[in-house]
C-alpha cells in the first residue's frame, strides 16, 4: 500500500488536526476505519494575529481564508471610557480609545 500526498490525523475533540506531508508506505494489511478528507486550494496553516481589538476608524480582516487556523480567534470587547463634561454629567465615547 502507497499512499501520496498529505495525510491529516483528526483526534476527534482532543484538539487541531495534525498535518503531515510526504508518502505513506506499508505492508501487510491494516483494520479499522480510513476516512479521506480532500481539500481544494490552500493548505497553509494561518500564522497571523489571533486577537482582535474592534476599531471605529477601521474594518480589520483577518487573512483565514482558505487556511487552517490553529487556535481560537479572540475579539475583544469594544474600547470605550466615560469622562466627566461641562454639564455635570458623564460622556462616553464607544470604541475610540483613550
Known sequence: ??????AITLTGDMGPPDFY???LTGSG???GELGIYLMSGSKRTYGGDTVV???????????TKETYVKDDITVRKVP????E???GGK?????TES
Not at 476608524?57 to 483577518?62: F, K, M, T
Open 91 to 95: 460622556t462616553v465615547y464607544i470604541a
Open 80 to 83: 470605550s471610557y466615560k469622562t
Open 29 to 31: 494489511s491494516f483494520q
Open 1 to 6: 500500500m502507497i499512499i501520496k500526498g498529505d
Open 53 to 63: 481589538v474592534p476599531k471605529a476608524s477601521a474594518d480589520i480582516v483577518l487573512p
Open 21 to 23: 506531508d510526504g508518502t
Open 85 to 87: 463634561n461641562l454639564s
